[in-house]
Nanobody
Framework: QVQFVESGGGLVQPGGSLRLSCVAA????????MAWYRQSPDRRELVATI??????TYADSVKGRFTISRDNAKKQVYLQMNSLKPEDTAVYYC????????WGQGTQVTVSS
């Protein structure tokens, strides 16, 4: 069993930055591709993925602004978010993209002036 705990969200003005963290407790597998997702009232979106070899992919909506990274030794995955926009407002979750596990509580990101 593995549990994911997300943190780092908050209220930020448009153009600002946040760094989200996700720590895995339990049976985390280094070979998993990990992902960040976000949930807004009307949809869930895959934001970014990172493979074990550190290859990354991004949704078009965040490309060039967000950066995903990982530290397997610490069982952590990060999402650096720059140039934030109001449409980035959502609850952000991490999970294994390879094999989806139970969802954590997520962390709320609100971009507003």
């Amino acid at each position: 069993q593995v549990q994911f705990v997300e943190s780092g969200g908050g209220l930020v003005q448009p153009g600002g930055s946040l760094r989200l963290s996700c720590v895995a407790a339990g049976s985390f597998k280094d070979i998993w591709t990990m992902a960040w997702y976000r949930q807004s009232p009307d949809r869930r979106e895959l934001v970014a993925t990172i493979r074990a070899d550190r290859t990354t992919t991004y949704a078009d909506s965040v490309k060039g602004r967000f950066t995903i990274s990982r530290d397997n030794a610490k069982k952590q995955v990060y999402l650096q978010m720059n140039s934030l926009k109001p449409e980035d407002t959502a609850v952000y979750y991490c999970n294994s993209y390879t094999s989806t596990r139970s969802w954590g509580q997520g962390t709320q990101v609100t971009v507003s002036s």
